[in-house]
């Protein structure tokens, strides 16, 4: 979790959020080397401070998923996977 923090701070400067897990993953070709594990996290980020220097060099928020994203195949599932559990939270 402290890693997660840390990595939503360098990548966004938010210094004021809420984080918590949302799902595993793994993606990959099965009986290779090929694949990538990890966990997904879902932040609601009351406020950016300063961007400390890393690799990111610029910040956007929206209001809808945008065009361009680096992983298309992936994120859309992702924020439909999020909003389906929380609307079966009754969270939304």
């Known amino acids: 979790?402290?890693?997660?923090?840390?990595?939503?701070y360098e990548e966004s400067g938010a210094i004021d959020f809420e984080i918590e897990p949302l799902c595993d993953y793994w993606a990959g070709v099965e009986g290779t080397d090929d694949?990538?594990?990890g966990m997904v996290f879902h932040a609601i980020i009351r406020k950016l401070g300063q961007m400390p220097p890393s690799e990111m060099a610029e910040t956007r928020q929206?209001?809808?998923l945008p065009?361009?994203?680096?992983?298309?195949?992936i994120t859309p599932e992702l924020f439909q996977?999020?909003?389906d559990r929380r609307k079966s939270c009754g969270c939304t």
């Open 35 to 37: 694949w990538a594990n």
């Open 1 to 8: 979790m402290e890693a997660a923090k840390r990595e939503l």
């Open 81 to 83: 996977y999020l909003f």
């Open 62 to 64: 929206f209001r809808i």
């Open 67 to 73: 065009q361009n994203l680096t992983y298309p195949e």
